[in-house]
């Protein structure tokens, strides 16, 4: 691995090139914080893709792509004076040595749910009226859902076992099966909504990441899904030609792969 002066002589490699495009190059010119935030996002997606498939050469691209964005929104900050990378930094590291007092301070903790309950109250001291202020509004609805979960366990707001939670998820497939029996729409969308809320709770006390496992599962499906479509190629014969038994044959054989 590279020692402190190389990361650093690396990082100030970096912040010459931006320097460079953005007086140079016509298109980084061009852009704002506004045109890069779109980007910004598909590259996160990117290097969520990258840290699912364990391909760690693709995580080291992604994250770089990742990296480029923060040093030009950076850029674009110190051109209006406003902030420049210095001040990024910093701040991050103010708001780090703030929150982990139990690091740089005289706080004592037994374990981690202490140290995401002392975060929850320091944010609480520090102005914020709610410990969900800090879920963003434009999160997926899973993921916002998981995070509204962790904000509220961390100040006490939770289940005590997995069995509780469990049998809440059984209660809300109840409730969402009446309301299918009553055929009404808007009800049943409702509740549905509480299925998946209780579930995703449940995940969160058996350690798993919903979000991960929603995408294993989508990479499974498409997978096997493509082997299908690949075999039928092979015998000439389109999907819907194919009856649905024809098809499971193939669906069971991807299943073996």
């Known amino acids: 691995m590279n020692s402190r002066k190389k990361q650093l002589e690396a990082f100030d490699r970096l912040l010459t090139i931006m320097d460079e495009l953005r007086a140079q190059c016509p298109w980084d010119k061009k852009q704002t914080m506004e045109t890069l ?148 729409a808007d009800a049943m969308e409702a509740e549905f909504g509480d299925v998946f809320f209780s579930m995703v709770n449940y995940a969160r006390f058996l350690k798993i990441n919903p979000e991960n496992a929603l995408e294993r599962t989508n990479k499974k499906f498409i997978g096997r899904f493509q082997y299908l479509e690949s075999k039928a190629k092979t015998l000439g014969k389109e999907l819907q030609d194919m009856t649905l038994a024809e098809m499971d044959v193939f669906w069971e054989e991807a299943k073996k792969h």
């Open 37 to 184: 935030r779109h980007l910004t996002i598909e590259e996160t997606y990117e290097l969520g893709d990258a840290i699912l498939e364990n391909d760690l050469q693709e995580v080291k691209k992604e994250l770089g792509d990742v990296l480029l964005h923060i040093i030009f929104y950076a850029k674009i900050g110190s051109e209006t004076n406003d902030f420049d990378i210095a001040d990024v930094a910093n701040e991050i590291c103010d708001k780090l040595i703030h929150r982990h007092p139990h690091i740089y301070g005289d706080v004592t903790v037994a374990n981690e749910e202490e140290v995401k309950q002392n975060w929850e109250k320091l944010k609480l001291k520090e102005g914020k009226i709610s410990v969900l202020e800090g879920v963003p509004k434009g999160l997926p609805a899973l993921v916002k859902a998981s995070r509204i979960q962790d904000k509220v366990a961390g100040v006490g707001f939770d289940w005590e076992k997995p069995e509780q939670v469990w049998e809440k998820v059984q209660e809300e497939l109840q409730e969402l099966q009446v309301e299918v029996e009553k055929k009404d």
